[in-house]
């Protein structure tokens, strides 16, 4: 099992950034990917970004290219998103979550709250 823990989420206006971390502990051997996902009040939860654990190979979501970066850094166990130019409809509870079996996400974490004001 991998364990993870998010970070840097807060309340902020329309057009800053932040950068989100989440840390792994656990069985991080057995990672493939790491992935961003967020899910807004009302909506269902939607992918965001995703980070070969290995290779660093990279993958986002339409709405967020060119805003978004992910990011690792394997000696930290450590993945980041770098989210700028944040709009109101970036707000949402930002989840990250591990791949150790190819195919799914089979671990996720607490989440980290992301409030962007007009």
């Known amino acids: 099992q991998v364990h993870l823990v998010e970070s840097g989420g807060g309340l902020v206006q329309a057009g800053d950034s932040l950068r989100l971390s989440c840390a792994a502990s656990?069985?991080?051997?057995?990672?493939?990917?790491m992935g961003w996902f967020r899910q807004a009040p009302g909506k269902e939860r939607e992918f965001v970004a995703r980070i070969s654990w290995s290779g660093g190979s990279t993958y986002y979501a339409d709405s967020v290219k060119g805003r978004f970066t992910i990011a690792r850094d394997n000696a930290k166990n450590t993945v980041y998103l770098q989210v700028n130019s944040l709009a109101p409809e970036d707000t949402a509870v930002y989840y990250c979550?591990?791949?150790?079996?190819?195919?799914?996400?089979?671990?996720w974490g607490q989440g980290t709250q992301v409030t962007v004001s007009s």
């Open positions: 656990g069985r991080t051997f057995e990672i493939y990917n």
């Open positions: 979550a591990a791949s150790t079996s190819i195919g799914r996400y089979t671990d």
